[in-house]
């Protein structure tokens, strides 16, 4: 298949010596396709989304899939730069997950005995009020 032509609203293809026609319609995120053989309906997606887009600040992260063994705080809990957090036993050893700064616990979404993938959250240490 190759591209002959490219236009906002057409694309003309040649598919094994023969070429087609499309029309081509944007509404949003959402792109409809009318050629020979009928129509389509495509959404477009990020091509390479920013997996920490949607995160919140403060959050830790699975560095590599694996369990949660054991959960050392509590949500609310007050801790220091450095304090162990919960401990993730992937590749049959244990790692620990530090606070990387003083500051609050605000979110343990993963149970102890949760399997996560790598990127999951882990943790979520908000910074404390320096009121």
């Known amino acids: 298949m190759t591209v002959v032509e490219a236009a906002p609203d057409r694309v003309v293809l040649d598919v094994d010596g023969t070429r087609r026609a ?33 995160l919140a600040a403060g959050s830790l992260l699975a560095p590599l899939p694996g369990a949660v063994t054991r959960v050392h705080v509590e949500v609310g809990q007050r801790v220091t730069a450095g304090d162990l957090l919960l401990t993730l036993e992937a590749m049959k050893l244990e790692h620990p997950v530090l606070a990387p700064t003083d500051g609050v616990v605000a979110e343990l979404p993963v149970p102890a005995g949760g399997q996560v993938d790598t990127g999951a959250v882990l943790a979520v240490v908000t910074e404390e009020d320096p009121r």
């Open 22 to 54: 499309f029309r081509v319609h944007r509404v949003g995120s959402e792109v409809f396709v009318d050629g020979p053989a009928g129509a389509a309906s495509l959404a477009e997606l990020p091509r390479f989304p920013l997996p920490t887009a949607e």
